[in-house]
């Protein structure tokens, strides 16, 4: 007869010293970008105590292992190039990782627009493809609704899916 094996507690494994959190994220650090929220949450999931967890942070900063600024303008460049975001979704998810306001307008204004329309025109052509209306107003109304979701402003997506709508015939009704 087998014994079972006892899981061990999720809580006792995951709590690390302030010298194991450090080098823990000095590791991450070094592979990807980090936010200071970010290391936040995870030492917060480590169990370590806010005083320990600022100074580890402070030591971070310092050693520029984390900076806001180049997290922000690397977050813009892949959520514009690579996720097609617009800039209402990309702002809406930096403040969340608590970037400063701040930080984020200046990441935002020296990100390269370039090619932003021809982006969202790429993304909404792709969901057209995927879409099953039966009138223009439909289409134009989920095609709306997703550039809208993308973070795109409204004059941007209105005249994209103009253009869309006019140049389409998948309607059964149009």
């Known amino acids: 007869m087998r014994t079972p094996k006892l899981k ?8 690390k010293t302030p010298d194991q959190a450090l080098a823990s994220l000095m590791r991450l650090c070094a592979r990807a970008e980090k936010s200071e929220g970010d290391a936040r949450r995870l030492m917060r999931g480590w169990g370590l105590n806010d005083g320990d967890a600022e100074r580890v942070l402070a030591r971070l900063v310092n050693d520029r292992f984390i900076d806001d600024s180049r997290y922000a303008g690397a977050f813009v460049r892949e959520k514009m190039r690579l996720s097609g975001w ?6 809406a998810a930096l403040q969340r990782k608590g970037v400063a306001r701040e930080t984020i307008e200046e990441a935002l204004g020296a990100a390269d627009r370039t090619g932003m329309a021809e982006r969202l025109r790429t993304q909404l052509e792709r969901k057209l493809r995927l879409l099953h209306c039966e009138t223009r107003y439909e289409l134009k109304n989920k095609l709306m ?3 809208l979701g993308l973070g795109y402003d409204y004059e941007t997506v209105h005249e994209t899916v103009a253009a869309l709508a006019a140049d389409t015939e998948s309607c059964d009704d149009c």
């Open 86 to 91: 617009g800039e209402y979704k990309i702002r």
């Open 145 to 147: 609704r997703y550039g």
């Open 8 to 15: 061990p507690n999720p809580a006792a494994r995951r709590t």
